[in-house]
């Protein structure tokens, strides 16, 4: 059974940094696109990154330069390092299986950057 | 970069319902679209990918249909566990958007 479990999250202060886990089990990391989704309070879905099989990596425009997704194989865990961040990224953070369409989504992890 | 935009935004239907939500790309994305549905508190559910490919699991009263620019999702008769918040989502080269979403409220 395939299944996804973030953490990491917490109330963090603008300009600072959080690093969000998400730990899969049922299937290979590696193996597949790998993604993270957010949604702030009240408000829609926005993607965040995706990390490839090959290892290719990408990012929207709002977050290029300060958050980093990432993989450890021996874990089949995903990452997503947040450093600098807004007021703006306040949001729960969703790990999801896929990219073309995210066919397995873990429960969430809810960042807060306020001061 | 391609925006996205559903219709409506909200709407007000009762159980037996035939409901019909729409989703506009501003430029063709083929048949790369996905449908979501997502209950309060709880992390999405992929319904419908690559425009009318249904998941496995999911009720034969949805479906979806569309390619180019403009999609459907249609429940054809709407249940007590459907009232909730519906998503489309787009995906083209390196890169994904969503809907703004479209609440399906009871009447």
């Known amino acids: 059974e395939v299944e996804l479990v973030e953490s990491g999250g917490g109330l963090i202060q603008p300009g600072g940094s959080l690093r969000l886990s998400c730990a899969a089990s049922?299937?290979?990391?590696?193996?597949?696109?790998m993604s993270w989704v957010r949604q702030a309070p009240g408000k829609g879905l926005e993607w965040v990154s995706v990390l490839y099989a090959s290892g290719s990596t990408y990012y929207t425009d709002s977050v290029k330069g300060r958050f980093t997704i990432s993989r450890d194989n021996s874990k089949n865990t995903l990452y997503l390092q947040m450093n600098s961040l807004r007021a703006e990224d306040t949001a729960m953070y969703y790990c999801a299986r896929g990219f073309m369409a995210f066919d397995f989504w873990g429960q969430g992890t809810l960042v807060t950057a306020s001061s | 970069d391609i925006q996205m935009t559903q219709s409506p935004s909200t709407l007000s239907a009762s159980v037996g319902d035939r409901v019909t939500i729409t989703c506009r790309a501003s430029q063709s994305i083929g048949n790369w679209l996905a449908w979501y549905q997502q209950k309060p508190g709880k992390a999405p559910e992929l319904l419908i990918q690559?425009?009318?490919n249904l998941e496995s699991g999911v009720p034969s009263r949805f479906s979806g249909s569309g390619s180019g620019t403009e999609f459907t999702l249609t429940i054809s008769s709407l249940q007590p566990d459907d009232f909730a918040t519906y998503y489309c989502q787009q995906y083209t080269s390196y890169y994904v958007t969503f809907g703004q979403g479209t609440k399906v409220e009871i009447k």
């Open positions: 690559r425009a009318s």
């Open positions: 049922g299937f290979t990391v590696s193996s597949t696109y």
